[in-house]
């Protein structure tokens, strides 16, 4: 069975850096064609992918916020953790991470970590 | 800027048929953009619905299919029940590397 939980500070201030950490169950980051992804949902708002990264280190990043992400994993700990530098009110959102399968794409997704910036 | 589109909202009766659609700003949706469609209801967690266009997951009710539609990756809901009212996102690839989420469709079953 496989599950996700995402963790990290629930509130940080303006200008300060973002660190998440996705804990995962139930499959191998060293699978071949495995990828793990980070989606972001503001309050009210669409979904917006942010991150992804695969078992063979390959990492894709949404082109408006590549500046300011970087995905890394730890295939020992079952972890992978996203950094978002330079936080800014707007990107108070609940962050997502989900299981990428080389066969049926995103399919297991974990309960969200709601992010709030502000001063 | 590459923008997916989707129809903020639809209504549908219980027991009808109803479709929504996800389109590219860059030209026509193909199998080449591998869709996606997931389901999210208040307070939870998107759950996936379709991939690769038209496959579903293990756990993907048989009303649900995904096709393409006049250049439009979409997502037609059968027999709609109360429990399908929710809020209905695409996604879309480009290139392999970046990938789209639509604005969603807010579905509403009265």
């Known amino acids: 069975q496989i599950t996700l939980k995402e963790s990290g500070p629930t509130l940080v201030k303006p200008t300060q850096t973002l660190t998440l950490t996705c804990t995962f169950s139930?499959?191998?980051?060293?699978?071949?064609?495995?990828?793990v992804g980070w989606i972001r949902q503001p309050p009210g708002k669409a979904l917006e992918w942010l991150a992804l990264i695969y078992w063979d280190d390959d990492k894709h990043y949404s082109p408006s916020l590549k500046s300011r992400l970087t995905i890394t994993k730890d295939t020992s700990k079952n972890q992978v953790v996203l950094t978002m530098t330079n936080m800014d009110p707007v990107d108070t959102a609940t962050y997502y991470c989900a299981h990428k399968d080389p066969a049926v794409d995103f399919d297991y997704w974990g309960q969200g970590a709601l992010v709030t910036v502000s001063s | 800027q590459t923008v997916v589109t989707q129809e903020p909202s639809l209504t549908v009766s219980p027991g009808g048929t109803v479709t929504l659609t996800c389109a590219s700003s860059t030209g026509a949706v193909t199998s080449g953009y591998y869709p996606n469609w997931f389901q999210q209801k208040p307070g939870q967690a998107p759950r996936a619905l379709i991939h690769?266009?038209?496959n579903k997951h293990s756990w993907t009710p048989a009303r649900f299919s995904g096709s393409l539609l006049g250049g439009k990756a979409a997502l037609t809901l059968s027999r709609v029940q109360p429990e399908d009212e929710a809020e209905y996102y695409c996604?879309?690839?480009?290139?392999?590397?970046?990938?789209?989420f639509g604005g969603g469709t807010k579905l509403t079953v009265l």
């Open positions: 139930g499959f191998s980051l060293s699978t071949s064609g495995v990828g």
């Open positions: 690769n266009t038209n």
């Open positions: 996604l879309l690839y480009y290139g392999g590397a970046q990938l789209l």
